[in-house]
T-cell receptor, first 117, second 110 residues
Framework: KAGVTQTPRYLIKTRGQQVTLSCSPI?????VSWYQQTPGQGLQFLFEYFSETQRNKGNFPGRFSGRQFSNSRSEMNVSTLELGDSALYLC????????????????FGPGTRLTVL | GQQVMQIPQYQHVQEGEDFTTYCNSSTTLSNIQWYKQRPGGHPVFLIQ?????EVKKQKRLTFQFGEAKKNSSLHITATQTTDVGTYFCTANQAGTALIFGKGTTLSVSS
């Protein structure tokens, strides 16, 4: 099976702009989670989508949003970019056979490196 | 909210030495997962522990879940240069979010 793919791999934006990141999960996986990774804060959970519905959300402002399509592909949007949004954004898919997030192995994609100038 | 503390933050060893990273929580964990991230790479799942006192082995890696389910450890015997990377533990917060520790970055010199 092909792994999790994320596009684009690298992105440079300026403050105030918005950005959309894309994630294609492993075939058959219905759960997609998004994480932000920075040197200072480490890996932080953004949100999880399952069957096109946001099931869980981390502690991030409303500027961060996402959606999932019927084919399980997911997009994440960040509006009004700030310098502090510079990070590696990781997407992970899971078969989510358990109803509780965190009980299934997460398969991570290579990430999108976002730089905000 | 629930926090997961990992120690040490960094560890340098000579090849062949053992290595241990610890994951501690102030609250009881329902389960714990361990991931490894190589430099420039993405996290890769290693193992999940669910039962109190559980011990699992993968070749040179030994994972342990505390009796009180508040701590966990990953021990690597006779490290190799291929073990280089950052090791993360993750905990499930009330079934709604994954909380990652800050990770332990292991460097190995030959």
């Amino acid at each position: 099976k092909a792994g999790v793919t994320q596009t684009p791999r690298y992105l440079i934006k300026t403050r105030g702009q918005q950005v959309t990141l894309s994630c294609s999960p492993i075939s058959g996986h219905r759960s997609v989670s998004w994480y932000q990774q920075t040197p200072g804060q480490g890996l932080q959970f953004l949100f999880e989508y399952f069957s096109e519905t946001q099931r869980n959300k981390g502690n991030f402002p409303g500027r961060f949003s996402g959606r999932q399509f019927s084919n399980s592909r997911s997009e994440m949007n960040v509006s009004t970019l700030e310098l502090g949004d510079s990070a590696l954004y990781l997407c992970a898919s899971s078969p989510r056979t358990s109803g509780r997030v965190g009980y299934n192995e997460q398969f991570f994609g290579p990430g999108t490196r976002l730089t905000v100038l | 909210g629930q926090q997961v503390m990992q120690i040490p933050q960094y560890q340098h060893v000579q090849e062949g030495e053992d290595f241990t990273t610890y994951c501690n929580s102030s609250t009881t964990l329902s389960n714990i997962q361990w991931y490894k991230q190589r430099p420039g790479g993405h996290p890769v799942f290693l193992i999940q522990l669910v039962k109190s006192g559980e011990v699992k082995k993968q070749k040179r890696l030994t994972f342990q879940f505390g009796e009180a389910k508040k701590n966990s450890s990953l021990h690597i015997t006779a490290t190799q240069t291929t073990d280089v990377g950052t090791y993360f533990c993750t905990a499930n917060q009330a079934g709604t979010a994954l909380i990652f520790g800050k990770g332990t970055t292991l460097s190995v010199s030959s």
